[in-house]
């Protein structure tokens, strides 16, 4: 069985070049063990017409590594050229540029696959900071990820580090939305639209991959803008899943009114931090109103690009 890693990439040479070699050890442990059914290769798929993750490529001198170029902008776009290329390939697992993986990543993804044979296996994601955590994003918890028995179902996940079973992919019709690529949420709707086509995605939590947090985005600037954003493709997501006609208008309404609800509770929970002088319940609820807000934006239209060119 084929197996393709893939690993879109914008303008983040440096972080290839320490990913590169780490993904080929993986591959290569688990081609070379004795008896193995998979023939695994990489494949570097850069979202930069500039061609900026070229020479990282090339030398990590792989001779199971590809180099593609997707000049479309857009994660979604890079997803789907991804999915294009591995049209051989029975798995296609994603990982992002910026994260590391840990011992038996891969091994365990492909473990729990051919144990159970769901449409997808879902690894686990643990944050770690590049600098002090600012302690109102600390109380706030806001970068803590999910964790459950491995074997559990779950009905959405980020392709952060996935395992996609390409036959069931491919039976049931789902790609990338190639309007959400500047906005994210694509990863949402994509696994959302898996499962109702009757593919099941079950989690692994011995597959690790650490996420390094640049500085960047350790401040509360950035916390309130993703959950703005967090709140807009929701509420986008939920339209997309509508039946259409009077569904998408209740849907539209329904997400309006969620997106109410959370400005207001979200608001008294920030009030009542800021009285009892709570850091936990003040960045909480001002979570929560940004998400409400996003919410609401979505539902009537309105689209974030955070990741607009």
């Known amino acids: 069985m084929k197996v393709t890693i893939a690993l879109p990439t914008y303008r983040r040479p440096e972080k290839l070049r320490g990913l590169l070699p780490m993904l080929t050890a993986q591959a290569d442990e688990v081609r070379t063990r ?5 023939d695994v290769e990489l494949l570097v798929v850069d979202n930069d017409s500039e061609r900026s993750g070229e020479d990282a490529a ?6 199971h590594l590809r180099y593609v170029v997707e000049p479309t902008p857009g994660i979604s776009a890079a997803r789907n050229r991804a999915m294009d290329e591995s049209v051989r390939s029975n798995v296609l697992v994603f ?15 492909l473990q729990v696959w051919q144990e ?17 955590l600012d302690p109102w994003i600390a109380a706030g918890g ?9 074997g559990t179902e779950i009905r959405v996940a980020s392709t952060n580090s996935i395992l996609l079973d390409l036959d069931q992919v491919r039976r049931i019709g789902v790609r990338f939305a190639a309007d959400l690529g500047l906005t994210g949420g694509s990863d949402t709707l994509f696994s959302r639209q898996l499962v109702r086509g009757g593919g099941r995605i079950v ?9 390094l947090l640049p500085a960047i985005r350790m401040t509360r600037r950035w916390v309130l803008k993703r959950a703005r954003r967090h709140g807009n493709t929701a509420s986008i997501v ?8 009077w569904g998408t208008r209740l849907v539209r309404a329904r997400e309006c009114t969620r997106g109410a609800v959370r400005i207001v509770g979200g608001g008294a929970r920030f009030l009542f931090g800021a009285i009892l002088r709570s850091r936990t319940h ?13 919410m609401i934006a979505g539902a009537t239209g309105v689209i974030y690009q955070e990741y607009a060119r």
């Open 34 to 38: 004795p008896g193995s059914p998979f």
């Open 58 to 63: 090339r030398e990590a001198a792989d001779p």
């Open 95 to 109: 990982m992002d540029d910026d994260e590391l993986p840990r011992d038996g990543w891969l091994e365990h993804l």
């Open 116 to 132: 159970t044979r769901p449409a997808a296996v879902s690894g686990r994601v643990v944050v770690t900071y590049e600098g002090t």
């Open 142 to 150: 806001f970068f803590r990820r999910r964790t459950m028995p491995t």
């Open 203 to 211: 989690w692994c939590d011995e597959s690790v991959v650490d996420d």
């Open 238 to 245: 939920e339209i997309r899943m509508a039946a259409g006609g």
């Open 282 to 294: 003040e960045a909480r609820g001002l979570r929560v109103v940004y998400r409400g807000a996003g």
